[in-house]
Nanobody, 123 residues
């Protein structure tokens, strides 16, 4: 599976961005999808995850109420809608796929990674 993330950019605090991640190469079926982010000098952080059916979604406290993950299995695409962005959301955002179907926030469990898209939030 190849993952291609896009949608990052420069936005002012309080603004919104929508990230997209398109999967290609083989079947997307059954995969858990997630978004992670990594700010300079910090460890990679789980942002949101969604099960294959979309029935299970998990956000850590940092994104609750502001971030929404969704997926379109017909288009092999997962999205991350980010609202009310803060300067501390500045990071490279990565999409990831986990083939066993287990939704987890542990980055080591994910099998495929996109190249990352940079989100910069100015104050």
């Amino acid at each position: 599976v190849q993952l291609q993330a896009s949608g990052g950019g420069l936005v002012q605090a309080g603004g919104s961005l929508r990230l997209s991640c398109v999967a290609s190469g083989r079947t997307f079926s059954g995969y858990v999808m997630a978004w992670f982010r990594q700010a300079p000098g910090k460890e990679r952080e789980f942002v949101a995850g969604i099960s294959w059916s979309g029935g299970i979604i998990y956000y850590p406290d940092s994104g609750k109420g502001r971030f929404t993950i969704s997926r379109d299995n017909g288009e092999n695409t997962v999205y991350l809608q980010m609202n009310s962005l803060k300067p501390e959301d500045t990071a490279v955002y990565y999409c990831a796929a986990e083939r066993s179907g287990i939704l987890t926030k542990a980055s080591r469990e994910y099998d495929y990674w996109g190249q990352g898209t940079l989100v910069t939030v100015s104050s």
